[in-house]
């Protein structure tokens, strides 16, 4: 698969063409293609009034460009996105363009809901086709593949590290840790800043484990894409990469490691609350984050600067993932869009779908979360949120997500209720992590083979 590296001399070309152009549009279409005739085309959407207003800047942009194309917004009016475009493909309804999570991409591709891009992407004309290694991170491009092709164009995407309180870093005199620190580093860190009603930290013989007043970093609890960053840091995947077996994956060697590192953070050091602790907060980790209860969020998205800008006094770092026995490695949350087999202007369709996904569509999507340009994201490369969620893209490998149309029912929701959960829960301290996760393998393996059924219970 080509994965070619974008350089500073050519961000650096970029910067300065994109000073030159009105509509960053122009940098990948020099001369636009023009609409024969006026034609309307549709774009559905999940979002609500509030993320319309991006869409809708975007398409006045793309509509300036491409006079003769009118874009329609088909807002979601409450409901299941997925069961509706699901309906919608079953029915031959689609929009023209529509959003897609990457979790559904593989399901979409094999109900017959979205058109394979390559041959749109690989046109030489350059009002056309483009050269996505060029503009795209490579590994944010390719997590709208499915099967070896691209599907999906990114809206957006979210990476995932460790928020940090800055100021109980600064009082137990432990300095920020940086690119390259292991879980190892990560375990001893949360030992220091794990504190107890006496002022004793987890590494001191006399922590009383009953009586805690300050946790040194929480976990994820049952989201299951969110702990497989830790699983690829191990060293392994949780599926085979052609989609069709577990057995190996799941429950190899490294997945039980990973899992064992964070249930004994829980039940053996004790610097991670129980999931049966978070999930009893009625507004989450972040205001606990926030008043000092909890000195790390761990694996957490680039969702909450807002409520950290409303706290100007509190002092943050945003920490990069630790690096796993297995290296430093990622998955990723990532929306993007996907073109209709149905559309009757699949032309016009494809180039607002690309305008959406390149310059015009990125330079709106990209103020307010991370773009998979990396010239969108120049200057917040420096910024001391921003920053280390767009590193972190290096590190990003393909989700799991991606090798099986019926991953996220059969897999991801059943391992987070019944794997971590589980061993991260109350009742996790004693229980033998392989064991677990051997005895479930089967009915997601099963789950898998019947696509999508899950099979009756003692069967």
């Not at 017959?112 to 041959?119: I, S």
């Not at 879980?183 to 009603?197: K, S």
């Not at 830790?230 to 997945?255: A, V």
Request: proline share 7%.
């Amino acid at each position: 698969m080509k994965t070619r590296k974008w350089s500073m001399v050519y961000l650096s070309a970029l910067t300065v063409l994109g000073m030159l152009i009105v509509l960053g549009w122009a940098g990948l279409s020099p001369r636009p293609v023009a609409a024969q005739g006026q034609v309307t085309v549709t774009l559905g959407s999940w979002d609500d009034e509030n993320g319309n207003i991006r869409h809708q800047a975007a398409i006045n942009d793309f509509m300036a460009v491409y006079p003769d194309i009118t874009v329609e917004i088909l807002p979601n009016p409450g409901g299941d996105w997925h069961t509706r475009i699901l309906t919608q493909i079953a029915a031959g309804d689609l929009p023209d363009v529509y959003m897609a999570d990457s979790s559904f991409v593989p399901l979409y591709v094999e109900s017959g809901g979205l058109v394979d891009l390559r041959p749109y992407i690989e046109n030489p004309d350059p009002a056309i086709g483009f050269d996505p290694y060029e503009i795209f991170y490579p590994a944010v491009y390719e997590n709208g593949f499915y099967q070896g092709d691209p599907y999906v164009l990114a809206k957006d995407y979210s990476t995932v590290a460790i928020y940090a309180n800055k100021a109980l870093f600064d009082a137990a005199g432990i300095a920020l840790p940086e690119e390259g620190w292991t879980y190892d580093d990560l375990l001893d860190v949360a030992q220091q800043l794990t504190v107890d009603a006496n002022g004793n930290n987890a590494a001191s013989p006399d922590f009383d484990p009953e009586n805690i007043v300050q946790y040194g970093m929480d976990h994820r609890g049952d989201w299951w894409r969110g702990f497989q960053t830790t699983i690829y840091s191990f060293g392994s995947h949780t599926i085979s990469d052609d989609g069709t077996t577990l057995d190996g994956y799941i429950n190899s060697p490294e997945t039980i490691a990973a899992l064992e590192w964070m249930r004994d953070a829980v039940h053996e050091y004790h610097v991670a609350p129980s999931t049966n602790w978070i999930s009893a907060l009625p507004g989450g980790v972040m205001p606990l984050f926030l008043d000092g209860q909890i000195a790390m969020i761990f694996g957490m998205g680039p969702w909450f600067l807002s409520m950290l800008e409303e706290q100007p006094a509190f002092q943050y770092a945003i920490l990069p993932m630790p690096t796993g026995p297995g290296g430093h490695h990622g998955a990723v949350c990532w929306a993007g869009f996907g073109l209709s087999p149905n559309s009757e202007h699949p032309d016009e369709a494809w180039l607002l779908l690309r305008a959406l996904g390149t310059e015009i569509g990125q330079r709106h999507y990209g103020e307010h979360a991370l773009s998979s340009m990396p010239i969108i994201m120049e200057d917040k490369t420096d910024h001391p949120f921003w920053g280390t969620f767009i590193r972190e893209a290096e590190f990003l490998a393909p989700l799991d997500d991606l090798t099986n149309p019926y991953y996220g029912q059969c897999v991801g929701t059943p391992a987070g209720q019944q794997i971590t959960a589980v061993l991260f829960g109350d009742e996790g301290a004693d229980m033998d992590v392989a064991e677990l996760v051997n005895q479930v393998t089967p009915e997601f393996q099963a789950c898998l083979d019947n696509q999508g059924e899950m099979p009756e219970s003692g069967s």
